[in-house]
């Protein structure tokens, strides 16, 4: 018999049917998911576990227990899960592989707000990357700061004219630093 065909009462039977399965799968994934927190819970009294493990324990089963219902769920719906797995799988490695491109921009972003915020030197301090102890680095006059990189002006030595060196951000955080706040004459000069 076609479903066309099924008086009206007969053709809600197969979604309402649908959308019980989809609530008793929902309910059952809340359910689990509190039953397992209960239970990390009680193992955290019963055991010298630290809240420090037991909190991402129990926020990564959570999210394991109703990602999975979620996909019980889109399959209820007709939505195939090797679809999903695939889809899913080609996303996270186009992510990862964006993300390790971009890795060293978002490195000096974030290194240039904790300049920003912390502020281990500012505008006209003098500062000197170290590379080793007997080996001099970098040193000069700061004269920007912007998102990617820091500019200094390195010492004059011996008549030659101060030189422009731009720092990627990230080497301020990677290296030991020296620094002279607003000193008018830089170190080693007079």
């Known amino acids: 018999m076609d479903a066309l065909q099924l008086p009206l009462p007969a053709q809600w039977v197969a979604p309402v049917w649908i959308g019980v399965q989809i609530l008793l799968i929902l309910l059952a ?9 209960k239970g990390l819970t009680r193992l955290g009294e019963h055991y010298p576990f630290p809240p420090q493990l037991l909190m991402p324990l129990r926020g990564g089963l959570r999210w394991l227990i109703m990602g999975s219902a979620l996909i019980f769920v889109l399959e209820r719906l007709g939505v195939s899960a090797t679809v999903l797995w695939t889809a899913l799988s080609g996303f996270v490695a186009v992510a990862a592989v964006a993300f390790f491109a971009m890795w060293s921009v978002l490195s000096n972003l974030l290194c240039a707000i904790l300049i920003f915020t912390v502020g281990p030197f500012r505008l006209g301090d003098v500062v000197e990357l170290v590379d080793t102890v007997d080996k001099p680095g970098v040193k000069g006059r700061v004269v920007a700061i912007n998102l990617l990189y820091t500019t200094l002006i390195e010492v004059e030595e011996a008549g030659t004219g101060g030189v422009t060196v731009q720092v990627p951000n990230s080497l301020f955080f990677q290296r030991s630093v020296r620094r002279w706040r607003d000193s008018a004459v830089l170190p080693g000069q007079r």
């Open 29 to 37: 994934g809340y359910l689990t998911q509190r039953f397992v927190a």
